[in-house]
């Protein structure tokens, strides 16, 4: 479909990402590699942010696997409330063995999200957006100037995600949560499930 378009923000790799990529220009006509040297998420972002064309953004970071009909739920979160400013989306953690006992507490923190089964909105700041996956009008992301300065590397330099939604808590946004939009955030035991691992994510 020519519905949407998809951008590959490639944030300086060092493997095969421009090749696989470009090997698949010719078949999906939608799809569109963008190279950003500048090092960072946010840098990423905000590029791929820039070169899109359509009313509403969606950020899907590169560490997860989305369900099928993902676009289409959070699009439908748009068409029932035509206020709505961003869309929070479900988000649940996959590891690669077996999960740690004591992480439970701690998954919010590596992106894990869930707020019911049902379409739902809120203006009253009780929603966040995690970036792993997320959307929001693309009018209100830049005119809030989009996330703050955040991961470069291993190295966490501000507060990215939580800065944009602070910024659209400040205004009381109406924010919607979609359900069925859905995001495996794979996550390594061995990195991810430490307790060093957790404290690059506080």
């Given at each position: 479909?020519?519905?949407y378009?998809?951008?590959?923000?490639?944030?300086?790799?060092?493997?095969?990402?421009?090749?696989?990529?470009?090997?698949?220009?010719?078949k999906?006509?939608?799809l569109?590699y963008?190279?950003?040297?500048?090092?960072?998420?946010?840098?990423?972002?905000?590029?791929?942010a820039?070169?899109a064309?359509?009313?509403?953004?969606v950020?899907?970071?590169?560490?997860g696997?989305?369900?099928?009909?993902?676009?289409?739920?959070i699009?439908?979160?748009?068409?029932?409330?035509?206020?709505?400013?961003?869309?929070?989306?479900?988000?649940?953690?996959?590891?690669?063995?077996?999960?740690?006992d004591?992480?439970a507490p701690?998954?919010?923190?590596?992106?894990?999200?869930?707020?019911?089964?049902?379409?739902?909105?809120?203006?009253?700041?009780r929603?966040?957006l995690?970036?792993?996956?997320?959307?929001?009008?693309?009018?209100?992301?830049?005119?809030?100037?989009?996330?703050?300065?955040?991961?470069?590397?291993?190295?966490?330099?501000?507060?990215?995600?939580?800065?944009?939604?602070?910024?659209?808590?400040?205004?009381?946004?109406?924010?919607?949560?979609?359900?069925?939009?859905?995001?495996?955030?794979?996550?390594?035991?061995?990195?991810?499930?430490?307790?060093?691992?957790?404290?690059?994510?506080?």
């Amino acid at each position: 479909t020519e519905e949407y378009e998809i951008i590959v923000v490639d944030n300086r790799s060092t493997d095969d990402t421009r090749q696989y990529v470009e090997s698949l220009l010719l078949k999906h006509k939608n799809l569109i590699y963008l190279y950003e040297p500048k090092p960072g998420a946010t840098n990423a972002r905000h590029a791929g942010a820039h070169k899109a064309k359509g009313e509403y953004l969606v950020f899907a970071d590169n560490d997860g696997l989305f369900n099928p009909e993902c676009l289409a739920e959070i699009r439908k979160v748009y068409d029932v409330d035509k206020e709505c400013a961003a869309v929070a989306c479900r988000i649940e953690i996959q590891w690669d063995g077996v999960e740690p006992d004591w992480i439970a507490p701690y998954k919010n923190l590596l992106g894990q999200l869930n707020y019911g089964d049902e379409i739902r909105y809120d203006n009253h700041n009780r929603f966040y957006l995690n970036g792993g996956l997320m959307s929001v009008r693309k009018d209100v992301f830049e005119r809030l100037g989009g996330f703050n300065p955040d991961l470069i590397g291993p190295y966490l330099i501000g507060d990215g995600d939580l800065g944009f939604v602070n910024k659209l808590h400040a205004e009381h946004a109406l924010i919607g949560w979609a359900p069925n939009a859905r995001m495996l955030h794979m996550q390594l035991v061995a990195k991810h499930g430490s307790k060093r691992g957790i404290a690059l994510h506080c």
